[in-house]
């Protein structure tokens, strides 16, 4: 266990590490950085980090995103922890709701889903919409990046579950963008990739940041919990399987980059309905609003 200085020192070294073989910002150009924040942990720490690495930077503006799902005593306080943090740092603060993005809330979705006998969990949907609001967002502002506060087992139980599903073409999809852009979304970083969740809720504690404790009350049988439990067992078996699993990500990316995307299954189009760019007919996001209708 480390103190509190040493642990703050070690997050912060860790952070600017990855934010620098992230982030690079072009010479004699400005930088537009979206943070997607939720009142959470993990993009209060994200944003803290990244206000005081490039804060400064006159080439460089950041813009604190929050999307408002509609989910009646989690997200009106989690929204103001995240209001608040900006205003401490003096960040401008963004917010786009559901119904603004042409969505139902999130409490009606599951109303739905309950009277629909829907298999799928809600966070499914809301999964889907809300990547459809980080992006009006970013759309909004002008934004050239998008950094996400995914932590080290959050990417490593969403690698876990890409393989599971032999699902290569998300594992090919997965952040950071760097030095594989996709086709017609803005690049995104995850410069807490490295660091584990506990470590990263130290911080945020030692440091005093306005952050939103509740977990989302739709959020029970999420298959990402149960991966949480997977992942977990997994590391106290063998220390480093968190690691292990990302840099097995970081090769499997490497190298169809060195194949020259020659396995690509999927061929991207632009959705008829929202014109964002999809692998299928239409795209998620809008397919699941029809559902809602
Ligand atoms: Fe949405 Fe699920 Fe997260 Fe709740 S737990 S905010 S429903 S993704
Ligand atoms: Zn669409």
């Known amino acids: 266990m480390m103190c509190g200085a040493h642990l703050a020192d070690s997050v912060r070294k860790k952070a600017s590490k990855a934010l620098r073989q992230q982030l690079i ?14 009142g959470g942990k993990d993009s209060a720490v994200l944003l803290e980090r990244i206000h005081e690495n490039l804060g400064r930077r006159r080439d460089v503006t950041i813009v604190g995103g929050c999307v408002d ?17 900006c205003e401490e740092l003096g960040i401008r603060f963004e917010t786009v709701s559901y119904p603004e993005l042409g969505f139902k809330e999130m ?25 459809k609001g980080i992006n009006h967002l970013a759309d909004r502002v002008g934004a050239d990046v998008i950094a996400l506060g995914h932590n080290l087992d959050d990417m490593a139980q969403t690698i876990m579950m890409n393989m599971q599903n032999g699902d290569l073409e998300r594992t090919l999809r997965l952040a950071p963008h760097t030095s594989t852009p996709l086709e017609g979304m803005v690049p995104r970083i995850v410069p807490l990739r490295w660091i ?27 298959l990402r919990f149960r991966h949480r439990e997977t992942v977990a067992m997994m590391e106290a078996d063998v220390p480093g399987t968190r690691h292990g699993l990302l840099r097995m990500a970081d090769d499997v990316k490497k190298l169809h980059a060195l194949a020259d995307g020659e396995f690509r299954t999927a061929k991207a189009v ?5 014109g964002q760019i999809c692998s299928g007919q239409i795209c998620k996001a809008c397919e699941m609003k029809n559902q809602m209708q």
């Open 270 to 274: 632009n959705c008829p309905e929202c």
């Open 107 to 131: 409490d009606e979705v599951v109303e739905k889903i309950v009277s629909m006998e829907e298999k799928k969990a809600p966070c499914s949907y809301c999964g889907v919409f809300r990547r």
């Open 196 to 222: 584990p969740e506990q470590e990263i809720h130290l911080y945020a504690l030692h440091r005093g940041l306005p952050i939103h404790h509740e977990e989302c009350p739709h959020g029970d049988g999420a």
């Open 25 to 38: 910002l072009p010479k004699g150009e400005h930088t537009t950085i979206l943070v997607a924040i939720s």
């Open 69 to 85: 799902e509609g989910i009646e005593g989690y997200r009106p306080p989690s929204l103001e922890c995240a209001r608040e943090l």
